[in-house]
């Protein structure tokens, strides 16, 4: 049967990166205790308890999700800024961006008596619309339970993301992404995934918290998610990185509807917070528009 790899928090970012180019997941031991995820679950409990399950059988009868994590939940944020995670994230996303976000928060908990999630490629929530020569998600789940064969641990297939589009996986082309509480699985948006089925009478939960490049639209709206009141809470960093930040020269640049004085007239995000951190010029010099305009033309 097909495994995912493991490897440990002090494997270099060249060799993480290096299965994940190979197999498109990797699974990361141990990286917290599971005390840090026990406060997070503490945090969400309100949220876990009035979770309606799934509506369909994409969403799965037996599951619930719950969003909104950097919002809702300190410990997430925490894990949402993990430097190792954030590491790996740009040297994976940056070939194809000049910086990048998050992108979606979700604690998904398989519950027992749940079917196997018909397996997918994420990059399709985008309409299929992007070039595959593109990679447009890194996707972390932190086990906030152990994940197990019996209790949903996701279905992967290593190497899918380098196959035709139409082909199918055998059954021992399958791999269970079993991990202890506390690691973590990365996977690309081309790789075939899936919830999996939960034979077990315990739940499988997962923290969620995939991230994107800058210049596309996010799963999860950010800016409701988390809107200006509650991300004021958050650092200047975390919030750049959740979308309260320019992905461009002039993408994603805001002007205040009250303002007449011409201070925040086609300024970054973060003046919003009077933070002074812009990673790009408020507008592009031409030249950097004209470079925009014709690299990458294939
Ligand atoms: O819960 C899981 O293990 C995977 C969920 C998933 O892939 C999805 O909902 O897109
Ligand atoms: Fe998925």
């Given at each position: 049967?097909?495994?995912?790899?493991?490897?440990?928090?002090?494997?270099?970012?060249?060799?993480?990166?290096?299965?994940i180019?190979?197999?498109?997941?990797?699974?990361?031991?141990?990286?917290?205790?599971?005390?840090?995820?026990?406060k997070i679950?503490?945090?969400?409990?309100?949220?876990?308890?009035g979770?309606?399950?799934?509506?369909?059988?994409?969403?799965g009868?037996?599951?619930?999700?719950?969003?909104?994590?950097?919002?809702?939940?300190?410990?997430?944020?925490?894990?949402?800024?993990?430097?190792?995670?954030?590491?790996?994230?740009?040297?994976?996303l940056e070939p194809?961006?000049?910086?990048?976000?998050?992108?979606?928060?979700?604690?998904?908990?398989?519950?027992?008596?749940?079917?196997?999630?018909?397996?997918?490629?994420?990059?399709g929530?985008?309409?299929?619309?992007?070039?595959?020569?593109?990679?447009?998600?890194?996707?972390v789940?932190?086990?906030?339970?152990?994940?197990?064969?019996?209790?949903?641990?996701?279905?992967?297939?290593?190497?899918?993301?380098k196959?035709?589009?139409?082909?199918?996986?055998?059954?021992?082309?399958?791999?269970?992404?079993?991990?202890?509480?506390g690691?973590?699985?990365?996977?690309?948006?081309?790789?075939?995934?899936?919830?999996?089925?939960?034979?077990?009478?315990?739940?499988?939960?997962?923290?969620?918290?995939h991230?994107?490049?800058?210049?596309?639209?996010?799963?999860?709206?950010?800016?409701?998610?988390?809107?200006?009141?509650i991300?004021?809470?958050?650092?200047?960093?975390?919030?750049?990185?959740?979308?309260?930040?320019?992905?461009?020269?002039v993408?994603?640049?805001?002007?205040?509807?009250?303002?007449?004085?011409?201070?925040?007239?086609?300024?970054?995000?973060?003046?919003?917070?009077s933070?002074?951190?812009?990673?790009f010029?408020?507008?592009?010099?031409?030249?950097?528009?004209?470079?925009?305009?014709?690299?990458?033309?294939?």
């Open positions: 049967m097909a495994k995912v790899k493991h490897i440990s928090i002090d494997t270099p970012d060249e060799e993480a990166l290096r299965i180019d190979q197999d498109a997941a990797v699974i990361i031991d141990d990286v917290i205790p599971d005390a840090e995820i026990d679950l503490n945090e969400l409990d309100p949220f876990i308890k979770n309606l399950k799934g509506a369909d059988e994409f969403t009868f037996q599951t619930t999700r719950v969003g909104a994590l950097i919002a809702r939940s300190h410990g997430c944020r925490d894990l949402a800024m993990h430097t190792k995670i954030n590491a790996l994230a740009s040297q994976f194809h961006c000049d910086n990048y976000q998050l992108h979606f928060t979700s604690l998904i908990s398989i519950g027992p008596g749940e079917t196997k999630q018909i397996l997918h490629r994420d990059r929530l985008w309409g299929g619309y992007i070039s595959r020569k593109i990679e447009t998600q890194f996707a789940v932190w086990a906030a339970t152990d994940f197990t064969f019996k209790n949903g641990a996701t279905q992967l297939v290593p190497g899918s993301h196959w035709d589009a139409k082909r199918e996986p055998l059954e021992d082309e399958i791999a269970y992404a079993e991990m202890k509480k690691s973590v699985l990365i996977y690309t948006g081309s790789v075939l995934h899936g919830g999996g089925d939960n034979i077990s009478d315990e739940v499988r939960s997962g923290i969620f918290i991230y994107a490049p800058g210049w596309i639209r996010q799963q999860e709206n950010q800016y409701l998610s988390c809107p200006p009141e991300a004021k809470e958050l650092t200047p960093e975390l919030r750049s990185l959740i979308g309260y930040s320019k992905g461009g020269y993408m994603g640049f805001y002007s205040d509807p009250n303002h007449v004085d011409g201070k925040l007239e086609s300024v970054t995000p973060e003046k919003i917070f933070d002074s951190k812009d990673k010029t408020v507008l592009a010099s031409p030249e950097n528009l004209v470079k925009g305009s014709t690299k990458n033309k294939s």
